[in-house]
Structure formats: C-alpha cells, structure tokens
C-alpha cells in the first residue's frame, strides 16, 4: 500500500516505518513487530495457546517415540531404545521384518481390503449426502419445521454404535426384525440383511451415512449462511429459479469447503473408527468386515503382537498422510483452496 504525501510528510512516515509514495518515486518501508511487543499486548492469547500446544506434545508427539517398536523386537521388561531389532527367521538383522510379516499375512491383506472397500463406499455414498441435506434444509421457507428436521437430523450423532447395532438387530434380524416381519406379511421372503456378505455392506454403510449426515451438514449450513444475498437478489430479477441459484450460487459459494473436506476424507481413506465396524461384524460375515482397526485390536491388544500391529499402524498413517498431500497437491494445481 502506497500514499502521496510532501517532503515533511514522507519524513514523518519514514520516521514510523510506514510504505509511502514520494512524487514518482516507490519508496517501501518494511514493518518489524517484535515478538517481546506482541507478547507483551497479547499475552493472555499466548497463555491460552499454551493449553493446546501442551496437549499436543503429551499425547501426540509423544508417544511417538514408540513408533519404533514397528522396527525392533518388542518385550514387555525393556525400554523401546534397548529393544533388540527385528530379525528374520535366519537370525539376520531386518528391520522391515515385521512390515513383511504383515504383508504376508492373508487376515491383515483382507482386512486392508476390506478397509479400502468400506472408506470408498462411505465417501462416495456418504460425502455428498450431508452436501445434499444442507441444500435441501437452506431451501425449507417454514423456519420452525426446519429446526425440528435438523434436531431429528443430528439426533443419531450422539448414539454409539453399540446402541446403533442394537436397534439395528430389532430392525433388520433375519427371524423376528421389524422390517423382515413386514417383508413376510406382504410376502416378500426374509432379507438377511445382516447374515449375507453384501447386505451386510448395504446396512453398513446406510447405518453410517443415517448416523452422521445431519451432523456433517452443519458445516455447509454455516458456509451457505455466509454466501452473499445479494447475489441471489440479481439472479431472482434475472428470472433464476430455486435450482439454477442453488447450482449457480450456493454450490459454487461453498465449493472451498466442499474441497477441504473431501481432501481431510482422503486422508483417512485407510483409517475409519474401531467401533462401527467392530459392533456391527458377527462371523457370518467376517471375511467382508474384518478392517484394519479390529484386525490390530485382535492381533495387538488381544493376541500381544505389538510390534506387528504398530509396524501395521505405521503403514496406515503413511498411506493416509500420502493420500492427504496428494489430495492437497492435486486441489491446489486445479486451482483451489487446499488446506495448506
């Protein structure tokens, strides 16, 4: 930023460190502010600060310093630094033993498929819907009926999955569900939409999307909350109907949100929760819901092959952070707002 101002003028602003424009000459002072300045005027903000970054250190990085057990023999009675390192059957040193164990495993080479199988349906199914429910809501004229649809909307965010799975077993068990007795009254033959390998899919993911649609769409309901109105004023006097503004208006406004979070989704497209598919999975249907999360519950906490499963977790992360920068990287050569 430039101004014009007379000899005296660009002296006094010279003299206060401020940019100024000297007849046809650019001159640009570069202001410095010192942390000890910053610190002494907002110093309250910095204690605050403290708060998270303490947090951060203790329960993020950490532990960490555990990660190389994924390299070394683990035993119980040892530091992680004294552990001895991973060997191979021949007694040889290999420190990528355990990574190749894993590989080798066909239980860890199915959960990981499964794992990719499940996250992908639940993006490509489950994404969009809140985008499509906040669309929906932002278009509702009648204020009261559209708090009661968001309340009944967020309502099964705060269920856990233990009780999703229990009302689920009411709704969809094979004998004596709720919708498999219609299915018989009307009849329709028993759908096992439990006990079969893609029902079972179906269930999943219609489970997942039902639990977390509402609560998801709260971000795109504040983005479209902070589009321009005016812009959707121009379009009515140019004749726009409700859905060319909503295709030409809203989506676009909250395209940069849309963007971020597809690209954090991205992240965890080898990640997931522990609970959902570890409620949900019975031994019918073991081989299609056995993820990596219950696969190194299983291997690591019940079976104590910690160095297995922490070399497992460790490929997890790698892919996901691979993902992520690669999702970034991608958004920000097509000319969006990454979220870096």
């Not at 559209?146 to 009302?167: D, E, G």
């Not at 597809?262 to 056995?290: H, Y």
């Amino acid at each position: 930023m430039y101004i014009k101002c007379d000899k005296k003028g660009f002296e006094m602003a010279k003299s206060k460190e401020q940019p100024v424009q000297n007849g046809e000459t650019k001159i640009k002072v570069k202001t410095r502010i010192s942390f000890k300045s910053s610190f002494r005027k907002y110093w309250q903000l910095y204690l605050l600060l403290l708060i998270p970054i303490v947090y951060f250190i203790v329960f993020k990085y950490g532990p960490m310093e555990y990660i190389i057990t994924a390299f070394k023999k683990y035993k119980i009675n040892a530091s992680v630094w004294d552990m001895e390192w991973a060997m191979d059957k021949k007694k040889n040193t290999d420190i990528l033993f355990y990574f190749k164990q894993a590989f080798q495993d066909n239980q860890f080479m199915r959960a990981l498929r499964n794992t990719v199988l499940l996250n992908v349906l639940d993006l490509l199914i489950g994404f969009p819907a809140p985008i499509i429910f906040a669309l929906i809501l932002n278009e509702l004229v009648f204020t009261r009926f559209k708090k009661v649809v968001q309340t009944i909307a967020y309502m099964p965010h705060f269920l856990s999955w233990v009780i999703i799975y229990s009302l689920s077993l009411r709704i969809f068990a094979t004998d004596d569900g709720l919708l498999n007795l219609l299915f018989n009254k009307i009849g329709i033959d028993s759908v096992p939409f439990l006990g079969d390998k893609v029902w079972w899919v179906v269930t999943y993911i219609f489970l997942g999307v039902w639990q977390n649609f509402g609560w998801g769409s709260i971000v795109y309901l504040a983005a479209i909350a902070g589009i321009n109105t005016e812009l959707y004023e121009a379009a009515s006097v140019d004749g726009a109907g409700r859905f060319k503004k909503m295709w030409h208006i809203t989506l676009p406004g909250i395209k940069p949100t849309i963007v971020v979070l597809l690209i954090m989704n991205l992240g965890n497209i080898l990640g997931g929760g522990f609970d959902r598919p570890f409620a949900m999975q019975n031994n019918l249907v073991l081989e299609t819901a056995e993820v990596i999360s219950t696969y190194v519950y299983k291997k690591g906490v019940l079976g104590a092959q910690y160095s297995l499963t922490t070399a497992v977790g460790l490929f997890q992360s790698v892919v996901g952070v691979f993902f992520l920068l690669m999702a970034n990287f991608i958004s920000r050569k097509l000319g969006e707002r990454g979220i870096w």
